[in-house]
């Protein structure tokens, strides 16, 4: 099992579920994207298509053939993309806060438009920044320590609603995701995944079975739009957590994952 990540967090944000997925998979492997902390930019950039790419070929030459990928966040659209390139190998695709090919895409979607509605008009400035200005601000961000903590810090609020002080990530997690980037000074780097990837993805819909889970705050996919674009054979809500899944709703996101992966066995 393949765990990717979004940003602006890291393979970190996996540390509470390793251990109670090792129960249902041979291996459970920590993907860091390229550009994010220790992963290297590969030649295509940080195009989609080029990260997952470069992950199955990393899945390869660690010698798994067959592999099922769970994404959150940009790694939502990597796992779907991997799975596009190459479904002979992808066993089964799950997601949380999944993006493209996932999220809300018009009014018919429901309550979930609204709310990505209200999201876009107060929250989502940032979004315009790293698209189109990413460069501009990663000088500031990769020079100061606090500015680089007080951006992730903003994110975090935006997504994890009412969590409490610590967003329900834990002080840890915050400080250690913050450093990890400061220490690798790829904070710069990690917002060119937004610039590299600004036009759509094409993408037929998937032939993969999939299953989709949603949490509280900052969570947006749609059912309609996840059934419409995927092979959705699982569907999970949850009123708890936020977009970090895996670090406040963890009990939920394994039970979630181990269902899923009773599903595949029985499809």
């Keep these: 099992m393949l765990l990717l990540h979004g940003w602006p967090t890291s393979f970190l944000a996996f540390h509470k579920v390793v251990e109670p ?6 291996e459970v492997i920590l993907g860091v994207l390229p550009g994010f902390g220790v992963g290297e930019t590969s030649a295509g950039g940080l195009a989609i298509s080029s990260i997952a790419s470069a992950f199955a070929e990393a899945m390869t030459t660690i010698g798994h053939d067959e592999f099922v990928v769970h994404g959150q966040d940009w790694g939502s659209v990597v796992a779907r993309q ?11 695709v799950h997601v949380s806060a999944g993006l493209r090919g996932f999220i809300a895409d018009s009014v018919d979607c429901g309550p979930v438009w609204e709310r990505l509605r209200d999201f876009a008009d107060k929250g989502s400035s940032y979004l315009h920044l790293q698209t189109h200005r990413p460069q501009s601000l990663a000088v500031g961000l990769g020079d100061s320590p606090a ?34 980037y400061w220490a690798t000074q790829t904070i710069g780097s990690s917002m060119r995944i937004y610039a590299d990837n600004r036009l ?67 499809a």
Excluded at 21 to 26: E, R
Aim: negative net charge.
């Design 82 to 92: 991997m799975a596009a390139q190459h479904p002979e190998r992808v066993l089964g």
């Design 200 to 266: 759509p993805l094409s993408m037929p819909p998937s032939s993969v079975p999939t299953g989709v889970s949603v949490f509280g705050a900052g969570d947006f996919a749609s059912h309609r739009v996840s059934a419409r674009d995927n092979n959705l054979i699982a569907w999970y809500e949850h009123s708890v957590g936020g977009h970090v899944a895996a670090l406040d709703a963890e009990s939920e996101f394994t039970s979630d994952l181990t269902d899923f992966l009773t599903k595949l066995e029985a």
């Design 147 to 180: 500015g680089l903590l007080a951006w992730q810090l903003d994110k975090y609020q935006l997504w994890q609603g009412d969590l409490g002080p610590d967003f329900g990530l834990g002080v840890d997690f915050i400080l250690a995701n913050a450093t990890f």
């Design 21 to 26: 997925l090792q129960n249902q998979a041979s």
